[in-house]
């Protein structure tokens, strides 16, 4: 193979100042200004400022309030304290679509982030090892317990996976300095690397029912060694690497520390943050519509209340997440066929971050979801359970009607198990959804509306198709990308 370096998309260093580490709480002066704004009423269409007057400087303030400047993707390289290495990057790109990670040699990083779902997973629960090849709805294979969290945008995660069993004790996954926290084996021990997204690349790896399979007999240190060795042995590889690391070009061999380096410096590559609600913040009135406008003031606002899990300010990196862990009752997806355990008296539940913490006060607990480029998802919710953004979004308003109205026949056939139990997880639903809120269709189409503005142009699957290699060093087969699968009927 050649040795021509892809054009890596989205430059991003571009320098400006930015918030440190640290959830900020509102200060008095965005209270006051917040308070300022009257109080929280209905804004109907051509009710108030439809020509950009009231709904601008209500909502305008408001994004100042949260400190959403919509400059954060400027600050990636300002927060690595250096640039994106695009050799490393490219190693890291060659990689994440390269079979060899899996001891299976039938899955990839890619295979669960595809660049044809937004780099989301392609479908509502992941299936990894024992796959048909295909990355799209026509994926087939036994399901794993829940759906893949994209990869976009994850350089600004403090917390990642649907636990939140991944953390930077710091808040800040930048900064190792307090320690990078996984379950056991691993514990602290991936604190020497440099960020989390690093740590994280450590796992996939080495699960059974993603990428290891459960032929190979060894514990996760030696499934790493063997993928290492495997990577070390193509010619290739050991050239590109050589060109970043002078030892390997001295003789040492490729260690599993630098391939996890690798994929993170690629992921580094896929912020997309730059989005119509980023252009609105810094000045662009025109690059919102008047529905998006009164969608961005009820999720800001008291009335919806999005806000108050999906935050902008301080650790939250401008991503619309406190990456905390609350039970928003979604109901429980049980596939047919599944290589994964499943928890509950009908081995149809998921307790979620229970599993993290040890407390059941935590069951069903699941990280809030970042919001950016939530647009561009196939699916929604930790497992996928709705098809459609605007279901997603009422089930947030009222999980009562939801949940009433909910058969989970919008679904392939091979998810359509049997349902988890809804009274326990109603019993201890997060208190911001024990009371639904009083929306009407228009407040919905315009919450939905305002999603929309929250998905930068360069994260749709059409710019993002040019980052698929055109072959892969180990000589593998790429995985077929399918960017023709259908669209549910979302009304």
Request: glycine share 8%; charged share 25%; hydrophobic share 40%.
């Amino acid at each position: 193979m050649g040795m021509s370096t892809h054009p890596l998309i989205k430059a991003t260093s571009r320098g400006a100042t930015f918030l440190r580490p640290g959830r900020l709480a509102l200060s008095a002066f965005a209270l006051a200004v917040l308070s300022a704004c009257g109080p929280d009423e209905p804004v109907g269409p051509g009710q108030v400022g439809d020509d950009g007057g009231e709904l601008d400087a209500r909502l305008s303030t408001l994004l100042a309030a949260h400190r959403l400047d919509g400059r954060i993707e400027e600050q990636l390289e300002v927060k690595l304290g250096r640039s994106v290495d695009e050799r490393l990057a490219e190693v890291g790109r060659l990689l994440f679509f390269d079979r060899v990670l899996s001891l299976t040699e039938d899955n990839s990083c890619a295979g669960c982030h595809g660049p044809n779902v937004s780099f989301n997973d392609a479908v509502s629960i992941s299936i990894g090892v024992d796959n048909n090849l295909i990355v799209g709805e026509n994926r087939q294979g036994p399901h794993n317990l829940r759906r893949a969290p994209s990869v976009v945008n994850a350089a600004f995660f403090p917390r990642l996976m649907w636990d939140g069993r991944f953390e930077a004790l710091s808040l800040d996954p930048f900064d190792n300095s307090d320690g990078f926290v996984f379950p056991p084996p691993e514990g602290t021990s991936l604190s020497r690397l440099d960020h989390l997204l690093a740590g994280q690349a450590f796992t996939p790896v080495v699960s059974r029912i993603e990428m290891a399979g459960f032929d190979f007999v060894g514990d996760a240190g030696d499934i790493r060694s063997e993928i290492a060795t495997r990577v070390d042995a193509i010619p290739e590889y050991r050239e590109r690497f050589a060109e970043v690391y002078p030892a390997i070009d001295a003789g040492d061999p490729i260690d599993y520390d630098r391939i996890a380096a690798a994929l993170a410096e690629f992921q580094f590559t896929l912020v997309r943050a730059d989005a119509p609600v980023d252009w609105y913040a810094r000045g662009d009135t025109s690059a919102l519509t008047a529905s998006q406008k009164r969608g961005g003031i009820l999720f800001f606002g008291f009335r919806a209340a999005c806000f108050e899990c999906h935050i902008t300010e301080g650790y939250a990196n401008q991503m619309f997440s406190d990456f905390k862990s609350h039970n928003l009752a979604v109901p429980q997806i049980r596939p047919v066929t599944t290589n994964a355990d499943f928890d509950g008296p009908g081995d149809n539940e998921d307790f979620g971050f229970e599993h993290v913490s040890g407390d059941p006060g935590d069951r069903y607990k699941f990280r809030t979801q970042p919001l950016r480029n939530v647009a561009y998802q196939p699916q929604f919710m930790h497992n996928g359970a709705y098809v459609c953004l605007e279901d997603a979004v009422r089930h947030h308003t009222d999980v009562f009607t939801s949940l009433d109205n909910y058969s989970n026949t919008i679904l392939p056939t091979s998810l359509r198990g049997p349902m988890g139990p809804v009274q326990p997880m109603l019993d201890r639903v997060h208190g911001l959804s024990a009371v639904p809120r009083e929306l009407t269709d228009d407040d919905i189409d315009d919450l939905v509306a305002f999603m929309h503005a929250l998905s930068d142009p360069d994260a749709h699957p059409d710019r993002l198709a040019s980052l698929i290699p055109a072959e892969v060093p180990s000589g593998l087969p790429l995985q077929d990308f399918d960017f023709n699968s259908s669209s549910p009927s979302c009304n």
